[in-house]
């Protein structure tokens, strides 16, 4: 098969690869429909994380079950499938109190961005569609294997509320499903903190009531003017950056919680203004299967139309390109088609 490989910072290739084939009977493999590039590629693609040279990448995809495993009970070959990016068997202790993503039988998407996949635990992780889904509707389902379900996670994290105001650090694709996610659970205003007038464009189509272009002590005092100098009831920070931690902290409300899911690099947490402020912090890896059948009942009903974040889709043949514009921030995310 085709698969996008890593080779170094900037060194993005697409190589024949040995197509997945069934290594354990829970295992089910997945032929890609669609895949994507995600902000979190670009930190090993900017050599901010280790690298494994040649190794395949790409976590977030849709695609049709090719082959199961012989356990495999609740999946056939012909499913159109959502495939969260860590696998869980939804059984555990774990997965039972809803931490999906700490399955104790965890697995990874680990080649996305490929013509085919493995998912090590499908009955605990896939969540299937009634039948092939429209092709205008395939963005907004992939978005479930991921950077919705992400947002979606730092607004739980951080507790919005109907009524609340909610500040969403990071204009990415994860923050632009922040704002989404704040919108849909009620809150009353919801701040979007961008200096880029596309994303800006989505902020304000999925909910934001506020764009706040400012960024550090002037982008901080912004959002205290716009809360009469009280803060946000709840803050998602969606970056993972030490600059955009510390704003999250300085912008909360005494009391209230930051959701974070930036996968942090570099962050050091501002404990005793945490401690003195009794503002919290929770969240981290979104634990997708958990948030799944909801979201998915909004997409189908139209309540949400998370699939706005790709304004570019390529070929995977031009997967290089792709991770250049999201890396010269010229596309928001994009996605593949094998």
């Known amino acids: 098969m085709r698969a996008t490989t890593i080779h170094g910072p900037r060194d993005i290739r697409l190589e024949e690869r040995p197509a997945p084939t069934i290594a354990e009977p829970t295992e089910a493999v997945v032929k890609v429909v669609a895949g994507c590039i995600c902000g979190s590629d670009l930190w090993p693609y900017r050599g901010e994380n280790q ?19 012989d356990e495999v009970r609740d999946f056939r070959p012909g499913d159109f499938v959502i495939a969260p990016f860590v696998h869980c068997d939804n059984t555990c202790a774990h997965c039972r109190a809803g931490a999906t993503s700490a399955c104790k039988n965890q697995g990874f998407t680990a080649s996305g961005q490929a013509e085919y996949s493995t998912v090590h635990q499908a009955d605990g992780s896939l ?36 009524g609340s105001t909610a500040v969403v650090v990071g204009d990415g694709a994860v923050g632009l499903c922040g704002v989404l996610a704040a919108a849909q659970l009620g809150a009353e205003r919801v701040v979007a903190m961008s200096r880029h007038e596309p994303r800006q464009r989505i902020a304000t189509r999925f909910g934001a009531t506020d764009i706040v272009p400012e960024r550090d002590d002037e982008g901080e005092q912004r959002i205290l003017d716009l ?64 948030y799944l059948p909801d979201l998915l009942e909004r997409v189908v009903s139209g309540a949400i139309d998370p699939g706005v974040v790709f304004d570019l889709t390529l070929p995977l043949e031009q997967v290089a390109d792709g991770y250049r514009a999201m890396d010269e921030r010229r596309a928001i995310k994009v996605l593949l088609e094998p």
């Open 51 to 69: 690298v494994d040279e040649g190794a395949t990448i790409g976590h977030e995809l849709v695609g049709v079950i090719e082959e199961v495993g």
């Open 127 to 162: 969540v299937k569609t009634d039948g092939m889904p429209d092709a205008a509707m395939i963005p907004s389902l992939l978005t479930l294997s991921d950077v919705m379900a992400t947002g979606w996670h730092a607004a739980v994290s951080a507790g919005v509320r109907p």
């Open 227 to 290: 809360t009469d100098g009280v803060g946000a009831d709840a803050v998602l920070e969606c970056v993972g950056t030490n600059a955009s931690m510390h704003t999250a902290f300085k912008i909360a409300r005494p009391g209230s919680t930051v959701g974070f899911v930036g996968a942090p690099h570099g962050v050091e947490l501002p404990v005793g203004h945490m401690f003195g402020k009794n503002v919290g912090l929770a969240g981290g890896m979104a634990p997708v299967r958990t």
